[in-house]
Nanobody
Framework: QVQLVESGGGVVQPGGSLRLSCVAS????????QGWYRQAPGKLRELIAV???????NYEDSVKGRFTISRDNAKNTLFLQMNDLKPQDTAVYYC????????????????WGQGTQVTVSS
């Protein structure tokens, strides 16, 4: 059974940095593309960063140049380095394999971890 445990969130001032971690178990982590998602209050969950099994990355425009996704396959761990944080980055952050939009948005069942809260505020 898949388990995802996100950590590393917190409260930070604008311009600050955080590094999120996600430990995955019960899944073939190293063989699949993985992503970081976030859900802001009142908004749908969205995919913001992707890393393929061989390390290629892609980012949503609003985080490009500020966030870096990486992975340690030996430790089944996914990371998200977040720099120059902005108030609009405030959200609960989740990791998961790549999922169809209907699962990301909650119209189809998918397992999610508890997420980690990131709050950017002065």
């Amino acid at each position: 059974q898949v388990q995802l445990v996100e950590s590393g969130g917190g409260v930070v001032q604008p311009g600050g940095s955080l590094r999120l971690s996600c430990v995955a178990s019960g899944d073939i982590f190293s063989l699949s593309a993985q992503g970081w998602y976030r859900q802001a209050p009142g908004k749908l969950r969205e995919l913001i960063a992707v890393i393929t099994s061989d390390g290629n990355t892609n980012y949503e425009d609003s985080v490009k140049g500020r966030f870096t996704i990486s992975r340690d396959n030996a430790k089944n761990t996914l990371f998200l380095q977040m720099n120059d944080l902005k108030p609009q980055d405030t959200a609960v952050y989740y990791c998961n394999r790549l999922l169809p939009d209907r699962a990301v948005h909650g119209y189809e069942y998918a397992y999610w971890g508890q997420g980690t809260q990131v709050t950017v505020s002065s």
